[in-house]
């Protein structure tokens, strides 16, 4: 595989479940980033990574937890999912000194 | 938020020339960066600008004014594929690649 992939495409779910979103890159990118999309929000940051085994908090954070183990891997866990989580969301990763940021296709999450 | 406002939408004709702009608002300004992301899909960089001026790239150049927090992306010679929502961001703080979007403009280009 080439760039990043995510896991799974779609997923419906029932509140108060734990969830983990997985996010995968090849790149051998130093910093990845998590994003959720809402109709009408744009894209908002939840958490980031710099480098593997340091995460940071984005502009919306709460009910999510990250981890970065490895360079390759950044999932994203919500560990008891509510309606207002329901969204679209992207995992991104970025080289070092680079300015791009490279998202994965996403995926799309429905809370019920 | 970052204040960052673009228009919702906008409409054009195939071969013409648009201009999408963007205005923000933010301390510890690092760089504006311009996405594309065509319906269903993920966002594609396509710009990024951090001093004042144009930066041409093909059919697509970007500008910025750092003083006035104010960008804008031209597009020439505009194809119907061109059509799909335009993300304007900020980078912001220290930490590079914290990026903060604005809504997205939707541009439909009519043949």
């Known amino acids: 595989i080439a760039g990043i992939t995510q896991a799974p495409t779609s997923q419906i779910l029932a509140a108060g479940r734990r969830m983990t979103l997985r996010c995968t890159q090849d790149?051998?990118?130093?910093?990845m980033y998590w994003y959720r999309q809402d109709l009408g929000l744009g894209l908002r940051l939840i958490h980031y990574?710099?480098?593997?085994?340091?995460?940071g908090k984005g502009e919306v954070p709460d009910g999510y937890s990250v981890s970065r183990a490895n360079t390759d891997d950044f999932p994203l866990t919500l560990a008891s999912a509510v309606p207002s989580q329901t969204s679209v969301y992207f995992c991104?990763?970025?080289?070092?000194?680079?300015?791009?940021?490279?998202f994965g296709p996403g995926t799309r999450l429905t809370v019920l | 938020g970052q204040n960052i406002d673009q228009p919702t939408e906008m409409t054009a004709t195939e071969g013409a020339i648009v201009q999408i702009n963007c205005t923000y608002q933010?301390?510890?300004?690092?760089?504006l960066f311009w996405y594309q992301q065509h319906a269903g899909e993920a966002p594609t960089f396509l710009s990024y600008?951090?001093?004042?001026g144009l930066e041409e790239k093909g059919r697509f150049s970007s500008f910025l004014s750092r003083s006035k927090g104010y960008s804008y992306l031209l597009l020439k010679e505009l194809q119907m594929k061109d059509s799909a929502s335009y993300l304007c961001?900020?980078?912001?703080?220290?930490?590079?690649?914290?990026?903060?979007f604005g809504r997205g403009t939707q541009l439909t280009v009519w043949p």
């Open positions: 961001a900020v980078g912001r703080g220290s930490t590079l690649g914290r990026l903060y």
């Open positions: 933010t301390s510890g300004f690092n760089g």
């Open positions: 600008n951090v001093l004042d």
């Open positions: 790149m051998r990118h130093n910093a």
């Open positions: 991104a990763s970025r080289e070092g000194l680079g300015n791009e940021q490279f």
């Open positions: 990574s710099n480098t593997a085994g340091t995460t």
